[in-house]
Each structure stands twice: as structure tokens, then as C-alpha cells.
């Protein structure tokens, strides 16, 4: 998504070296990536942290419940109690949210629960209800620079991602925190989606005889500078590693064998012991997080591996890599007898079937991006 974004703002045609924090909000999380892009257009991510409980949702969140309470204040009901009522008091929220990014105030009338309301909200009011959520994202900032090994001063360019970056506070917040005004000429919403159709306009473009990344005399379609089309180099944006026995009462927890913001394709081994004499099987459990509570973590996938007989305490090696499509790859060797033991590959489902797939590249066709 942030490599997306880049291409969609054209930076990878500009023929300088850059440096790039895409800072991406949106309704439900927030990630900040840090991208480094060649003169020639290869684009390499640096590095990436987010938070999958901050967004624009939670914007909504912090007006509802000062509107409750002055609903609560006026009318001596309780609109919390009535489901509907708070449904219509969400949409209302969401609009005096979409309203007040150009607008310096905005009403809102309810009737709800027998009762008619009406309140105005201002700009400044709203921004004061999110200002600590709008700070919380410094930290996603501050992790993605630090894991880069930079420093505000050594960004080049700030992109915006997300709607819930038009908010006026969150804009002003990124330019002071970074001492530049950010980029935010494109549609939030679309830009990732923009970039991601320029980038498979140029792969269609190779795959029908164009010359590939790197080719002196390839040009990407489109290039106002004769740059070939760029060449990215990604990173995991989260770790991977399995689930293991922390003691000896059987509690489980989470072992990173792979730690995010690494260059991918990428394999990492790391070594573990049998739990009883003759132990024969493991159940191996591949997971994707960054925390050691199995509670923070997601189990990808799950395999089983049969064992030599041999004395507790005795190495496993577990091997995990990662490549560029998301597939994730498992190998297990036992130490004591230095051989192989077997291994698995995981890759997520798609979010379609394999028919709708088929049935989306169809009317896909019929469509021309400009």
C-alpha cells in the first residue's frame, strides 16, 4: 500500500534519491512506512509500524460520547440505551466529522427517544475530543523512523494516506512532528488504488514485450522522465515465528523466528528442544505478530511434524521464510542426527473464490486506466 501510494504520486519518476514516510490513517489503523526510492525508480521499504486499534472509528468513538452526554444533560434521557438512536447518532457524527474538515463548525439535530435535539459542534471542540489519538500515532512515527535509522530531517517527503487524514488537526500534527507541510494533492481514499493500477499498467506493459526494471532502454508508460518502471524491494510488516512451551505447566507462547521490517524474500532459523524423552510429534504452529502473548498474535497456519526418538532437552532447527507473494515457508531438521524432518508452506486465503476471481478479471478487461 505505501508502495502504491508512492507510484500514484509519481515520486519514483522524479529522478532523485529519495527518502518517503507514508503516513497512512484510516478508518480503523494507522501504519507509517518509511521508503527509500533511486534515481532509477527502485523503491525499497525501510521500514513499517502501525496500530490496528487506531482510526478514524475511533474519531467517531470520542464525538459520540460528548454528544451522549449532552443529549444526557438536555433531555435527562440516556440515548446509550436505545440502539437505534445511537446508530442515528453515529451517522450524525460522522458527517459533523467529514463537515468539520472544511467547515469551522456543524450542527446536528436528533430526535430520538421522544426527544428533539439540537447541538453545534466546532472544529476546535472536535480537535480537542481526538487530540491524545492523534498523538498516539507519534509513536508509529517515532518506531518506523527509529527501525529506519533516521530522523525527521532525513525525510524528503510526506504522503498521505487514509480519509482520515483530511482531517485539519491530523495535517497539522504531521507537519509540525515532521517541519514540512505533507502531500495530500490526491484523493486519501483512491491513492493506494491509483498506484496499484499504474503499477500493473507497467507489468502488462513488460509482459506484452516492453523491457524490464533496470533496462536502460525500458520505459515505464506514462514517465515523463524516460525512467525504466521502478523495481520494489518490500519488508514483512509483521514478525513471524511459532508457538512454543514457556515452562514446564505446558503455558504457551510465542516465539519470533523471523522479526518484522525485514527485506524480503527472507529466511531465519532458530532452535528448540524436545519436551519428553521420545517425544515423536509436534504440532508446529506458524504465527504472524509482534508480542509474546499468543492473545496479540495470529495463527497462520498449523502442521504436524513426526520426530526421531530421542532424549528431552534434545535441538530442533526450525526454518521460516517469507516471500515476495506472502508465502510462507516451514522447514524443521532434527540436530541430534543432522537431517530433515519435513516442512510446510502457508499462504492466506483470498478474500474471493477462485470463480469470482475469474469473473472480476473479465470486466477488469473492459476497463482502461488513464
Known amino acids: 500500500e505505501p508502495t502504491a501510494a508512492a507510484l500514484a504520486y509519481g515520486i519514483t519518476k522524479l529522478g532523485t534519491q529519495q527518502r518517503v514516510m507514508v503516513y497512512d490513517l484510516g478508518g480503523g489503523t494507522c501504519d507509517v512506512t518509511i521508503i527509500e526510492i533511486s534515481p532509477e525508480g527502485f523503491v525499497k521499504v525501510l521500514a513499517t509500524h502501525g496500530n490496528r486499534n487506531l482510526g478514524g472509528y475511533d474519531f467517531d468513538n470520542r464525538m459520540i460520547a460528548y454528544i451522549a452526554d449532552l443529549f444526557r444533560e438536555e433531555t435527562g434521557a440516556d440515548i446509550e440505551d436505545d440502539d437505534e438512536a445511537m446508530q442515528m447518532l453515529r451517522s450524525k457524527c460522522e458527517e459533523a466529522k467529514i463537515g468539520l474538515s472544511s467547515s469551522e463548525k456543524f450542527r446536528i439535530s436528533l430526535s430520538a427517544m ?32 527509529d527501525d529506519a535509522g533516521l530522523q525527521p530531517r532525513d525525510i524528503d517527503k510526506v504522503l498521505l494516506v487514509g480519509g482520515s487524514t483530511r482531517v485539519p488537526a491530523v495535517r497539522k500534527f504531521i507537519e509540525a512532528r515532521m517541519n514540512m507541510k505533507p502531500s495530500a494533492e490526491l484523493n486519501a481514499d483512491e491513492v493506494v488504488a491509483i498506484g496499484a493500477a499504474i503499477y500493473a499498467n507497467e507489468i502488462k506493459d513488460r509482459s506484452s514485450g516492453g523491457s524490464m526494471p533496470g533496462d536502460a532502454a525500458g520505459t515505464a508508460e506514462g514517465s515523463s522522465d524516460n525512467l525504466p518502471a521502478p523495481i520494489i524491494q518490500d519488508v514483512n510488516s509483521h514478525g513471524l515465528g511459532v508457538v512454543i512451551a514457556i515452562d514446564q505447566f505446558g503455558n504457551m507462547g510465542n516465539s519470533i523466528i523471523i522479526p518484522r521490517n525485514q527485506q524480503i524474500p527472507v529466511m531465519i532459523a532458530n532452535e528448540y528442544q524436545t519436551m519428553v524423552d521420545n517425544q515423536s510429534i509436534i504440532e508446529l504452529q506458524v504465527t504472524e505478530g509482534d508480542d509474546e502473548d499468543l492473545s496479540y498474535v495470529t495463527i497462520v497456519g498449523t502442521t504436524e511434524i513426526h520426530l526421531n526418538p530421542h532424549p528431552a532437552g534434545s535441538p530442533i532447527r526450525v526454518e521460516l521464510g517469507y516471500d515476495r507473494s506472502g508465502t510462507i515457508a516451514c522447514r524443521v531438521f ?8 519435513g516442512d510446510a508452506t502457508f499462504k ?8 469470482e476471481i475469474q469473473a472480476k478479471m473479465l470486466k477488469m478487461k ?4 488513464q
Do not use: P, Q
Not at 115 to 143: A, G, P, Q, V, Y
Open 334 to 341: 532434527d540436530v541430534v542426527d543432522n537431517c530433515y524432518i
Open 348 to 355: 492466506r486465503d483470498a478474500n474471493m473464490t477462485e470463480d
Open 114 to 145: 421522544g426527544k428533539k435535539f439540537k447541538t453545534e459542534i466546532t472544529r476546535d471542540k472536535f480537535e480537542e475530543l481526538i487530540k491524545d489519538l492523534i498523538e498516539d500515532t507519534d509513536i508509529d512515527i517515532e518506531t518506523a523512523l
Open 366 to 369: 473492459k476497463i482502461s486506466v
